[in-house]
T-cell receptor
């Protein structure tokens, strides 16, 4: 039972490069989210999805795109990396809207130079 | 706009002592969550509190929710070193955003 799997665990990008952070869950959860975690700021929601084919913006969506073509996968794309996107990124999934709590992936530590 | 404030943000304590972490939030909500994060690791769900007066306990940790006061507490009883971690509370604000998070309380328990 893998839960939520994120890849890669670490990544260094140059300013202006693009990349995709992968997230997959095997729990048949409808709800999936991407968060970024910065020191002293808790987690901030980037994008979320309530089911396949449905996505919406969170608190800090600029510079990121998402898609949800299947229930299992929810990739996060950085369009043109900037140093301000240096952060730790977490993918999370939940069985229902919020009542059961979220299961988090192990995180991706991204550095943009 | 929903805001979530935790205090203290940093707490250093001795083993065997009791202490409480507070989570205040600014608008009406009856759903609050506590998570634990070890350094360099992911977040682990501790408690899900879904109604006023909810109280949940797991080992030396007990969480409660007072929706009228917009306050949740995480109480640590007879702390042990293994409880050293950063603890986050998160609130469901019923908006487009799903959860609003506190900044976290870094807890260090000295043997």
């Amino acid at each position: 039972n893998a839960g939520v799997t994120q890849t890669p665990k670490f990544q260094v990008l140059k300013t202006g490069q693009s990349m995709t952070l992968q997230c997959a869950q095997d729990m048949n959860h409808e709800y999936m989210s991407w968060y970024r975690q910065d020191p002293g700021m808790g987690l901030r929601l980037i994008h979320y999805s309530v089911g396949a084919g449905i996505t919406d913006q969170g608190e800090v969506p600029n510079g990121y795109n998402v898609s949800r073509s299947t229930t299992e996968d929810f990739p996060l794309r950085l369009l043109s990396a900037a140093p301000s996107q240096t952060s730790v990124y977490f993918c999370a999934s939940s069985r229902d809207r919020v009542g059961s709590g979220y299961t988090f992936g192990s995180g991706t530590r991204l550095t943009v130079v | 706009e929903l805001k979530v404030e935790q205090n203290p943000l940093f707490l250093s304590m001795q083993e065997g002592k009791n202490y409480t972490i507070y989570c205040n939030y600014s608008t009406t909500s009856d759903r609050l969550y506590w998570y634990r994060q070890d350094p360099g690791k992911s977040l682990e769900s501790l408690f899900v509190l879904l109604s006023n007066g909810a109280v949940k306990q797991e080992g030396r940790l007990m969480a409660s929710l007072d929706t009228k006061a917009r306050l949740s507490t995480l109480h640590i009883t007879a702390a042990v070193h293994d409880l050293s971690a950063t603890y986050f509370c998160a609130v469901d604000g019923d908006s487009n955003y799903q959860l609003i998070w506190g900044a976290g309380t870094k807890l260090i328990i000295k043997p």
